[in-house]
Structures are given as C-alpha cells and as structure tokens.
Nanobody, 118 residues
Framework: QVHLVESGGGLVQPGGSLRLSCAAS????????MGWYRQAPGKQRELVAA???????NYAASLKGRFTISRDNAKNTVYLQMNSLKPEDTAVYYC????????????WGQGTQVTVSS
C-alpha cells in the first residue's frame, strides 16, 4: 500500500503563489507516477499535472506555464508550484499515486484546500 500526505494549501490573493507538497510512504518502489488533481465545488475532479519515474510530465493544457510539478526522490515527495493564481484555481487539491503492474491500482491523499480570493 501507499500512503500520501498533502500539505501547503491555504488562502492566497489573486496573483499569488503556493507550493503544495505530497509525501509518499509505504510501498514506494511500486509507484509508477504521481500527480495532482483538483476538484472545485460542483465540478468533476480533473488532472492538474503528473510526473512519472522517468520524469515525464503531463499538464492540463490550461494550466501549463503557471503550474510546475517536480519531485524529490530522496524525500519521496512531489511538489506542485502554483504561480499567478486565479480565483478559478480555488479547489481541493488531491495527490495521486499510480502503481505499476502487477498492482495497477492507485492511491489518493486526503486533499488540501486552496482558496484564491482577495
């Protein structure tokens, strides 16, 4: 199993920045990719960004350029740097870990609230 703990959310003014962290523990060796998703009230959960073990990244097209995903393998942690935040970025942000075969499952963190408001 994999356990994910997010941190770094909070209230920020429009135009500000936040960095989210997701620390993984447990069966780290089984993880293929980690990513960030978000869910705003009344909307479906959507992919924000993901990064594989080979450092291949994938971003939501609308967010590329403002958000950057990175990883620190020594700390088993993935980060999401969010710049030029907008009110529409307000959501609960969830960390996700996909496991490679033969497991093929995924795990979610508890979520961290990001609110962009003046």
């Amino acid at each position: 199993q994999v356990h994910l703990v997010e941190s770094g959310g909070g209230l920020v003014q429009p135009g500000g920045s936040l960095r989210l962290s997701c620390a993984a523990s447990g069966s780290i060796y089984s993880i293929y990719a980690m990513g960030w998703y978000r869910q705003a009230p009344g909307k479906q959960r959507e992919l924000v960004a993901a990064i594989t073990n080979d450092d291949i990244t994938n971003y939501a097209a609308s967010l590329k350029g403002r958000f950057t995903i990175s990883r620190d393998n020594a700390k088993n942690t993935v980060y999401l740097q969010m710049n030029s935040l907008k009110p529409e970025d307000t959501a609960v942000y969830y960390c996700n870990a996909e496991r490679k075969q033969p497991w093929g499952d995924d795990y979610w963190g508890q979520g961290t609230q990001v609110t962009v408001s003046s």
